[in-house]
């Protein structure tokens, strides 16, 4: 599976966006799907997954202004984003994970995109 993550931008503080990844393969269905974020001098956290069934798990920091879909018919997978604050920068990677449920660690994912930069201005 290959993944191309995209929709990344420069937003003010209070603004919306709404990144996509785009799936490589047949096969997209069987994954859940999840977006990371990595900011510059911190590690890769978890933001919000998707598993197969449709089924959602999100960060504390993000619940209830981001939202993540998924369009097996188009083999993507979206992160609406609304209310963006300048903590939110980040590079943001989607991920595929073979796993039942959506694993909220990294290692648990076996294909990544390529990320794509958010910046959030106050």
Same mark, same amino acid.
């Given at each position: 599976v290959q993944l191309q993550a995209s929709g990344g931008g420069l937003v003010q503080a209070g603004d919306s966006l709404r990144l996509s990844c785009g799936a490589s393969g047949r096969t997209f269905a069987l994954y859940a799907m999840g977006w990371f974020r990595q900011a510059p001098g911190k590690?890769?956290?978890? #933001?919000?997954?998707?598993?197969?069934?449709?089924?959602? #798990?999100? +960060?504390?920091?993000v619940s209830g202004r981001f939202t993540i879909s998924r369009d097996n018919a188009k083999n993507t997978v979206y992160l609406q984003m609304n209310s963006l604050k300048p903590e939110d920068t +980040? #590079?943001?990677?989607?991920?595929?994970?073979s796993e039942l449920q959506v694993p909220t660690v990294s290692w648990?994912?076996?294909?990544?995109?390529?990320?794509?930069?958010?910046? #959030?201005?106050?």
């Open positions: 590690e890769r956290e978890f #933001v919000t997954g998707i598993s197969k069934s449709g089924g959602t #798990v999100e +960060a504390d920091s +980040a #590079v943001y990677y989607c991920a595929a994970s648990l994912y076996d294909y990544w995109g390529q990320g794509t930069q958010v910046t #959030v201005s106050s």
